[in-house]
């Protein structure tokens, strides 16, 4: 009877040990498989912890339907066609497209009002400053309008751009005094542009992570189109209707793209309430004092010298030193425009496998030389139209890297903040560069004018090498 029972013991003990490992085995195939698309692109699971206390606006968060269903992480594809990100990066290129691209035309319009419309009232320093005013407050208003997207959110923000943008050139149109030029042309322009390029800012982050660097380089590109557009466009207004008449029909088509951008901007998640960007702000401060990110500042406030000094002048220089028409001068701004697009999409795509600030460093040294030595000695059309053409590929790359060597600096925790303190230092330059130009142009001609511009632009790249060095003393690493 004991035998029976040892038996039977020993039975159900052996059963006992294959259910643990049937359901061993069961646990291990049942684990999560990683989710695919259907062009077999592999999902990237993002957090959206950090977007779970949004500002109370009417937005959608567009992918709250699937962050049901996958509990705190939300699976989207990021590289492939289907990604709604997409119209997204479209809608920004319309928005650099439109208004960095008219703000870049600048130069047309500072010939005419300071020989045609106020002769005599100014000169070159003071009527600099109403193209500078609207490009440094496109990129120094970001914290401010963040609390107004916390109330309006990203679409409403844009929307509020997209009517004051052209609204600025309307008014400037019946302008007849210079103060009243300033308030719109200058101020009033830039609040609009300010409006659509912080709405927009942040919502290619929410999209895509593996390749920012290139949609970031599309959308930036989106400038060097609008000025090669709007500059020969602009001086064929002028010249064959007026220059009222040229702004008011920039600003209808103006409206009309930017109406466009509005609706095809699409927010990923709704913005941080104004609780959460107060404490992502203190956050932040540790993290934005280290060597690196000073160098970074500095070498943001520089970098404005030289690229926006030279193309706000091509103009100018072309007529007063070159012997040219001003249609030779708006045609060489497009033509610098035309080869910026392409090292745009070359450089940002260069930028993703070999470093940010590796690129960027060299394309600023470059730029710096041609403006000190070839600048210095084009007094023939030939010299100049071929140093305006170098000049487009290799200047002006800070605007679609910048933000990616921010997250590089500081984390993607503390991109937004690093960015807009940067784009702040951006604007600071914006403002100064031109009017300091032309004030040394006035005094002591166009030699030591042209090489203070180079002199910034080299200062910037050594900044670079400082913070390269910082990071990696290795000469060949990704940096």
Same mark, same amino acid.
């Given at each position: 009877?004991?035998?029976?029972?040892?038996?039977?013991?020993?039975?159900?003990?052996?059963?006992?040990?294959? *259910?643990?490992?049937?359901?061993?085995?069961?646990?291990?195939?049942?684990?999560?498989?990683?989710?695919?698309?259907? *062009?077999?692109?592999?999902?990237?699971?993002?957090?959206?912890?950090?977007?779970?206390?949004?500002?109370?606006?009417?937005?959608?968060?567009?992918?709250?339907?699937?962050?049901?269903?996958?509990?705190?992480e939300d699976p989207y594809w990021t590289e492939g066609w289907r990604n709604p990100g997409w119209f997204t990066v479209w809608g920004r290129f319309l928005i650099n497209f439109s208004t960095i691209g008219i703000l870049m035309s600048w130069g047309t319009f500072q010939l005419v009002?300071?020989?045609?419309?106020?002769?005599?009232?100014? *000169?070159?320093?003071?009527?600099?400053?109403?193209?500078? $005013?609207?490009? &440094?407050?496109?990129?120094?208003?970001?914290?401010?309008?963040?609390?107004?997207?916390?109330?309006?959110?990203?679409?409403?923000?844009? &929307?509020?751009?997209?009517?004051?943008?052209?609204?600025?050139?309307?008014?400037?149109? $019946?302008?007849?005094?210079?103060?009243?030029?300033?308030?719109?042309?200058?101020?009033?322009?830039?609040?609009?542009?300010?409006?659509?390029?912080?709405?927009?800012?942040?919502?290619?982050?929410?999209?895509?992570?593996?390749?920012?660097?290139?949609?970031?380089?599309?959308?930036?590109?989106?400038?060097?189109?609008?000025?090669?557009?709007?500059?020969?466009?602009?001086?064929?207004?002028?010249?064959?209707?007026?220059?009222?008449?040229?702004?008011?029909?920039?600003?209808?088509?103006?409206?009309?793209?930017?109406?466009?951008?509005? &609706?095809?901007?699409?927010?990923?998640?709704?913005?941080?309430?104004?609780?959460?960007?107060?404490?992502?702000?203190?956050?932040?401060?540790?993290?934005?004092?280290?060597?690196?990110?000073?160098?970074?500042?500095?070498?943001?406030?520089?970098?404005?010298?030289?690229?926006?000094?030279?193309?706000?002048?091509?103009?100018?220089?072309?007529?007063?030193?070159?012997?040219?028409?001003?249609?030779?001068?708006?045609?060489l701004v497009s033509v610098a425009s035309a080869l910026n697009i392409v090292s745009r999409i070359v450089f940002t795509y260069m930028a993703d496998r070999v470093g940010q600030i590796n690129v960027m460093f060299v394309t600023s040294l470059i730029s710096g030389m041609l403006i000190?030595?070839?600048?210095?000695?084009?007094?023939?059309?030939?010299?100049?139209? &071929?140093?305006?053409?170098?000049?487009?590929?290799?200047?002006?790359?800070?605007?679609?890297?910048?933000?990616?060597?921010?997250?590089?600096?500081?984390?993607?925790?503390?991109?937004?903040?690093?960015?807009?303190?940067?784009?702040?230092?951006?604007?600071?330059?914006?403002?100064?560069?031109?009017?300091?130009?032309?004030?040394?142009?006035?005094?002591?001609?166009?030699?030591?004018?042209i090489q203070f511009s180079g002199a910034a632009t080299l200062l910037s790249a050594f900044c670079l090498l400082g913070i390269r060095l910082l990071l990696d003393r290795r000469l060949l690493r990704k940096v």
């Amino acid at each position: 009877m004991s035998a029976e029972k040892v038996i039977h013991n020993t039975t159900k003990t052996t059963q006992e040990l294959l *259910d643990v490992q049937k359901s061993t085995i069961n646990i291990h195939f049942e684990e999560p498989v990683t989710p695919t698309t259907s *062009d077999g692109l592999q999902s990237i699971p993002v957090n959206v912890q950090e977007e779970q206390q949004a500002a109370p606006t009417g937005e959608k968060d567009t992918c709250q339907k699937s962050s049901r269903t996958t509990g705190a992480e939300d699976p989207y594809w990021t590289e492939g066609w289907r990604n709604p990100g997409w119209f997204t990066v479209w809608g920004r290129f319309l928005i650099n497209f439109s208004t960095i691209g008219i703000l870049m035309s600048w130069g047309t319009f500072q010939l005419v009002y300071l020989e045609q419309v106020y002769p005599g009232q100014t *000169d070159a320093f003071r009527i600099a400053f109403v193209g500078t $005013v609207p490009m &440094a407050l496109t990129f120094s208003m970001g914290i401010p309008i963040s609390y107004i997207i916390g109330f309006i959110g990203y679409r409403g923000t844009i &929307a509020v751009g997209a009517v004051l943008f052209p609204l600025a050139l309307f008014l400037a149109s $019946v302008a007849t005094q210079l103060w009243q030029t300033i308030l719109t042309h200058g101020i009033l322009l830039g609040l609009g542009s300010s409006f659509c390029f912080s709405g927009s800012f942040v919502l290619l982050t929410q999209w895509f992570v593996k390749r920012r660097g290139l949609v970031y380089g599309i959308t930036a590109s989106g400038t060097g189109f609008g000025t090669m557009c709007f500059s020969p466009l602009s001086e064929y207004l002028i010249s064959r209707f007026g220059y009222r008449t040229a702004l008011c029909v920039l600003g209808g088509i103006l409206f009309c793209l930017l109406a466009l951008a509005t &609706a095809l901007s699409k927010p990923r998640y709704p913005p941080r309430s104004k609780q959460q960007q107060q404490h992502k702000l203190t956050s932040s401060l540790g993290v934005l004092l280290n060597k690196s990110y000073v160098l970074f500042i500095i070498f943001s406030i520089l970098a404005p010298f030289g690229y926006i000094i030279p193309l706000y002048l091509m103009p100018s220089y072309a007529v007063q030193v070159v012997g040219a028409n001003s249609s030779i001068g708006a045609l060489l701004v497009s033509v610098a425009s035309a080869l910026n697009i392409v090292s745009r999409i070359v450089f940002t795509y260069m930028a993703d496998r070999v470093g940010q600030i590796n690129v960027m460093f060299v394309t600023s040294l470059i730029s710096g030389m041609l403006i000190m030595v070839m600048w210095q000695f084009s007094n023939t059309l030939a010299s100049y139209a &071929a140093y305006c053409a170098l000049l487009g590929l290799t200047t002006g790359l800070y605007i679609p890297i910048l933000t990616p060597m921010a997250a590089r600096l500081v984390g993607m925790k503390h991109v937004y903040i690093g960015s807009t303190l940067a784009w702040m230092a951006v604007s600071i330059g914006s403002l100064l560069g031109t009017p300091c130009f032309g004030q040394i142009q006035a005094r002591l001609g166009y030699s030591p004018a042209i090489q203070f511009s180079g002199a910034a632009t080299l200062l910037s790249a050594f900044c670079l090498l400082g913070i390269r060095l910082l990071l990696d003393r290795r000469l060949l690493r990704k940096v």
